[in-house]
């Protein structure tokens, strides 16, 4: 199922990535007079037709939020560059939004902001973050408002992608009557919603549902005039009467949709399920043409690595093509591509559809494979080392999956050691010992013992010990900048001598010692905070003095032998009891 095909519900559009950030920016004279409200407008204005522009009102909306210290306004400036961004770095502004949102304590901006990280992560097709920031997002909404009930959808449209059809029919159904309820229905929402139902029905197989939400949606299309949606709701009208057996009159429809996708270059899943459609058709009319558009199809999705278990299909039309006419080259061909592509299904996906023709299941595959390399060994001797190299695969993902397990158990039992106790040091005195079936602790870890003082003065030792002590006391080691040289500065001393002073009264080096008081803080803060605990970790590493996430878990990790992302599920498990 395409995903694109879908992000039309979703409130805002898609276009990710922003090619300058606010940093060197600065606002044009002629806009520094504009109201926050003008600014807004023009930046609705130019948002689908001139991005450049756009980025232009984006930037001056979040600079003088900046400046004026409005905290809704460099929210609405992040949102903003989201909205007019289309690669990964897009994330880190729905991150700020976050931030700021969290520090306004603004349930309704972190409702949104969170529903944005919730889209990002279904279009990268990241399903268990997705649902994870859906249903904070959820919690945050205001109930029965119409942020509650479109993130109600956005979650159908992932039950959708998981083949859960009644839930997903039900939350899309929702939202179209709240829509109706509430007289919203001039709203492009609405549109959208209408577009989304029709394609759940048509992948539900009932076509005659889906052909009268495709009819209003063209009704509404005509007040819109938005060609995507038109393109999307011919490409439903083309496949239903496909389905219908109405061959003459499906091939113009989606030959139309597919010449309107062509002409976005970010429809290009959607000019794929075009293509395979109109192969489909050509296929059952016996038109030869039907192998160059599923060739096409193929071309595609080996090229984005983007494939649905609808497109999955084109590949055994391919193999058997060649099949029956002897092109062992071209057989084994897309039998490795299929081979290839089932391995990313099986990877983004939780489960494998039942659609799959078993024909063409995995064990079969392999042992077709080898036949036909067998064959072709006079002509292609390095084709058998791909069953070897296929076997070692194998075994080395199996291997990976046992250890993974095993190491997936030893950070939940720390982690609920860790949500347990009081004492972080009780914590880590306990020896993990991981079995298939439970965790115990059998046994406590020798203290390292801490070096004695050697020639460093007395006098000195216990000023520096006071002045640490008052650091500690003052959380200044949650400064981003502290670092042995500043601190060495701010204690007028030198570094050596402070670091050699650390070493002996705490037992570590610097940076251990700065990590230990970063993590023990962000530990009790977040077991007493549990409006710290819905926060990502990005959010959280920051509020523990870390720059990214890879350091602040790599310390966490070392520290408590388990990831933040596990402590908190144990915090919140606990709370339950």
């Known amino acids: 199922m395409q995903k694109r095909l879908f992000l039309y519900l979703l409130i805002l559009c898609q276009n990710l990535y922003f090619s300058q950030s606010i940093k060197g920016f600065r606002i044009p004279d002629s806009l520094k007079q504009k109201s926050f409200e003008q600014l807004e407008k023009s930046f609705e204005k130019q948002l689908y037709s001139n991005t450049d522009k756009a980025e232009i009102y984006a930037n001056t909306i979040l600079l003088k939020g900046k400046k004026n210290k409005n905290g809704e306004k460099m929210a609405d400036g992040y949102e903003s560059l989201y909205k007019i961004s289309n690669n990964k770095p897009a994330i880190s502004f729905i991150d700020s939004m976050i931030t700021v949102s969290k520090k306004m304590q603004n349930s309704e901006y972190l409702s949104k902001a969170y529903r944005y990280k919730g889209v990002y992560y279904y279009y990268v097709a990241d399903y268990p973050k997705s649902l994870d920031n859906y249903l904070i997002a959820r919690d945050y909404a205001e109930k029965d408002s119409e942020l509650y009930h479109n993130i109600n959808s956005c979650i159908g449209l992932l039950k959708l992608e998981l083949q859960n059809y009644p839930e997903a029919l039900k939350l899309l159904i929702g939202y179209k009557n709240y829509l109706e309820k509430n007289n919203l229905t001039y709203q492009i929402n609405y549109e959208k919603c209408l577009y989304n139902l029709s394609y759940a029905y048509h992948v539900s197989n009932n076509l005659d549902s889906s052909n009268y939400y495709v009819k209003h ?332 996430v890879e350091s602040f878990t790599n310390a966490f990790k070392k520290i408590t032998d388990t990831l933040p992302s596990y402590f908190i599920k144990a915090l919140k498990e606990k709370d339950t009891l």
């Open 217 to 548: 949606g063209f009704e509404q299309n005509l007040k819109s005039k938005d060609q995507d949606l038109y393109a999307s709701l011919s490409l439903v009208s083309g496949i239903n009467t496909f389905k219908q057996g109405n061959y003459k009159l499906a091939l113009p429809i989606l030959e139309k949709a597919s010449k309107i996708f062509t002409k976005n270059p970010d429809n290009i899943q959607n000019v794929a399920l075009s293509e395979y459609y109109i192969g489909q058709v050509l296929y059952h009319i016996k038109n030869k043409n039907f192998i160059a558009r599923f060739e096409r199809v193929d071309s595609i999705i080996i090229a984005s690595k983007n494939v649905s278990y609808e497109l999955r299909n084109t590949y055994p039309l391919l193999i058997d093509y060649y099949k029956k006419t002897g092109d062992k080259e071209k057989q084994l061909f897309y039998i490795e591509h299929l081979l290839s592509l089932d391995s990313i299904l099986n990877k983004n996906y939780s489960f494998l559809s039942t659609e799959i023709n078993k024909k063409y299941d995995t064990p079969l595959l392999l042992n077709e494979k080898e036949s036909l390399i067998a064959d072709l060994s006079s002509k292609n001797y390095t084709l058998f080392w791909l069953l070897g190299v296929g076997g070692l695969l194998i075994t080395s993902l199996i291997f990976l999956q046992i250890k993974n397990r095993k190491k997936i158990k030893l950070y939940q039992s720390k982690a609920n050691l860790l949500a347990k106790h009081q004492d972080i040091k009780h914590v880590m005195s306990e020896e993990v010992e991981v079995t298939d079936n439970k965790a115990t602790y059998p046994s406590l870890k020798q203290e390292t013992e801490k070096p004695k003082l050697s020639n460093l003065s007395d006098n000195k030792i216990k000023q520096l010990k006071i002045r640490l002590e008052e650091f500690e006391s003052r959380k200044r080691f949650l400064d981003k900048t502290t670092n042995l040289d500043l601190l060495s500065k701010e204690l007028n001393t030198n570094r050596a001598y402070l670091s050699k002073l650390v070493n002996e009264l705490k037992g570590q080096n610097f940076p251990q010692y700065l990590n230990e008081l970063r993590i023990n803080y962000i530990i009790e803060e977040l077991k007493k905070n549990k409006n710290l605990q819905k926060l990502t970790i990005a959010a959280i590493a920051d509020e523990a003095g870390y720059n990214n």
